[in-house]
Every structure is written in C-alpha cells, then in structure tokens.
C-alpha cells in the first residue's frame, strides 16, 4: 500500500518520520499532546475512550489492527482522540468478529494516522521528557515544525463540555436508581452500571439541585478527559452531593471527586494509560492488575476528609480514597476494564452494597 511521506516533531523539536494514513486533512496536519499506550490488545476500545480527547495515542504494540473492528468494540459513538502513532497498521485483518480494517475507521470518523514509526524511541522519549504536545502530517516539514511549536497539551483545558452527551437518557432496572454523571462515560461502564441499576446518564453540565429532583439512590462520576482543575463548575455540585447521597467515581471522577473532598490534583510526567498497572488495596492487601487511562492524580497528604484506600506498586500513585462517613469512595482505575483485566469489578458490587446499607440507614 502506497502511503504518502510524513513527519511526527514533538514541541522541543525531535523529528521522527513516517508514512501518512486513515484520514489526511487537507492541510496535511494534526495537532495534539503525545502519549503512549502499553496495552497488547483493545485498540478500538483505546482508540473510542473518550479520556482521549485532546490527545495522539501512540500504541507501543508494534501490530496495530491485526483483528479489524467491530462496533461490539466501540466505547462511544465515536473516537475523541486526535490521531494515533503506530509502528505497522495492518491492512488485512483476521478475526471472525470483524466487519472491516482499523484504517476504514479511522478514516470513517477522520482520524489521522502515522505509521512506520519506531514507537520504541518515541516512548522512550516521552518517559524522559513528559507528555509533549506536538503535530504529525503529510505536510512539509517546516510547516509541521511551526505547528508543533504552537500546539497546546490539556493542562488548564475543558474537554469535558465537549465529549459528555447532550441529552439525558436512561438504562438498565434494578431496585436502586444511580444518576451516572457523563464526563465522558465509557460503554463498558454503562452496562456494568445497568446490569445492577436503573441508570440515568446526565450531561456533566447538570445542576446539583436537577441532581436531587431525579432521586437518586446514589450518584456515579464517570472517567473523562483533561485537567479536572479546569472544571470548577463539576467541583461545585460534587461538594452540594457529598454527605447527601452515596457516591462512587472512576478517574476523572475520582479526582473530582477528591477535590471536592478537599483535596487538590496534579499532572503526572506522562500518565498511566495500560492494562497492566499493579494496585494495592491498602484495606485487604490485595493486589489487582488494572487498566488504567489518566494524565492526572490526587496530591498526597492533600485530602481534608477521607483516606486513601489504594496505590499504584509502580510508583505509588493515589489509586483510590474513601470517605465512609460520607458515603463515598472513588478510584483511580478502571474496574470496568474494556480493555483490560476484570480483577477489579467487585467495586460496582461494592457501589451496591453501599446503596443498600443506606437504604437500610447503616453507615
């Protein structure tokens, strides 16, 4: 497959080359903050997490596409991310469950691509140096260096508006009613919710009193992408909730919901976003492998009210807080998975019991 030149240059000026694919803008360029993705496998349910937005996935599995895609796979009606980085993107897919090649989606939804990319350099350069905002493309060289002078990472951005759904819709059955607040909720965590719970998924710009007219048993924070400093607006009608309704969030979520808590967030040199992260249960001890998707933790020692209840064995990241008295608990990780191992999904079970011991007035 012939393929056009082009050229990957991250902010502090490092060039990589490759070859333009999916979809190519007119002006031959993307723009985004680079991260890289460890995960062997699930790169359509990468590649539709909506946490993405903003950013340009690079895979550091060296065969990307090797199964096709399926919308079975998708975790939002569409991809969020900016374009992605992979080293060979297979044309000819295997897989009794595809209906078609990853580069038919990428250039269904737009999505650029560069590909023959020694994704091991890129990695190991992002590792020493941070997350980079930078631009790829088809253009000429010293138009993708100038763009990627000015492209902006997600630090202070608001991607939440964006990629939370418009409209209120429900879910699923079940005795308790959990209002899911969207800030960019995944697929997999709807129907883990609605498999328990009469679910109703709100736009992330709902009011705390709107919140309260839909009585809810309890409230779900979705995971999301961007600073969770830049939304002051969701920190608002966390702290009205909390202490008045039982809680559980999942990554942004969770750091919203610790900043509401008191506590206070910061951005990690280049993120966790893999399947394979090792988390601590400081309660039980127990470890799980999680996957993982965050640019963002909670601040040790900054939390006013609750606990830390896990922590990442990597490099000791706040992996979870709980505040009994309140009602709530949060984690970092995705219990949900999609992709990534299931070793954590007790904690949907654990929400439940949460919401049946309030009902029942047991703190």
């Known amino acids: 497959m012939t393929r056009p030149p082009a050229f990957l240059v991250l902010a502090d000026g490092t060039t990589f080359e490759g070859h333009a694919a999916g979809h190519l803008p007119d002006d031959g360029v993307t723009t985004g903050e680079f991260v890289f993705n460890t995960a062997l496998s699930g790169y359509q349910e990468v590649l539709t997490d909506p946490s993405y937005a903003g950013q340009i996935i690079a895979f550091t599995y060296p065969h990307i596409g090797n199964y096709g895609v399926t919308p079975l796979d998708d975790e939002a009606e569409r991809p969020w991310c900016s374009g992605i980085v992979v080293r060979e993107l297979t044309h000819i897919p295997s897989n009794w469950r595809s209906v078609g090649p990853l580069e038919g989606f990428l250039r269904q939804h737009r999505i650029p691509a560069i590909v023959g990319i020694d994704t091991r350099r890129l990695t190991r350069h992002l590792r020493s140096h941070g997350a980079l905002p930078g631009a790829f493309g088809h253009a000429d060289q010293a138009t993708l260096i100038a763009s990627a002078k ?6 202070g951005k608001d991607f939440v508006s964006m990629v939370s759904t418009k409209e209120t819709y429900e879910r699923g059955g079940g005795e308790f009613h959990v209002v899911a607040l969207d800030y960019g909720i995944k697929t997999t965590m709807v129907q883990q919710l609605a498999s328990r719970f009469r679910v109703t998924v709100a736009p992330s710009s709902i009011s705390a009193r709107e919140i309260r007219s839909l009585n809810p048993d309890g409230v779900f924070l979705s995971n999301g992408p961007g600073d969770p400093a830049a939304l002051p607006r969701e ?5 009205a909730l909390v202490g008045n309704v039982p809680i559980f969030g999942i990554c942004l979520g969770h750091q919203l919901l610790a900043t509401a808590l008191g506590g206070s967030t910061f951005k990690l040199p280049f ?4 399947s ?16 993982q998707n965050h640019n963002y ?10 606990v830390v209840s896990h922590v990442n064995l990597n490099d000791g990241v706040i992996e979870g807080i709980a505040a009994s008295e309140l009602n709530c608990f949060s984690v970092q990780y995705h219990p949900e998975a999609g992709p990534g191992p299931h070793d954590a999904r007790y904690l949907f079970e654990r929400f439940a019991s949460m919401l049946r011991d309030s009902s029942l007035g047991v703190h």
């Open 150 to 155: 000015l492209a902006e990472g997600t630090d």
């Open 235 to 239: 920190i608002d009608v966390l702290e």
């Open 271 to 274: 993120g966790h976003h893999g």
């Open 276 to 291: 394979n992260h090792p988390v601590k249960d400081l309660v039980t001890n127990k470890i799980e492998i999680t996957a």
């Open 297 to 306: 933790a909670v601040q040790p020692d900054s939390l006013v009210r609750g």
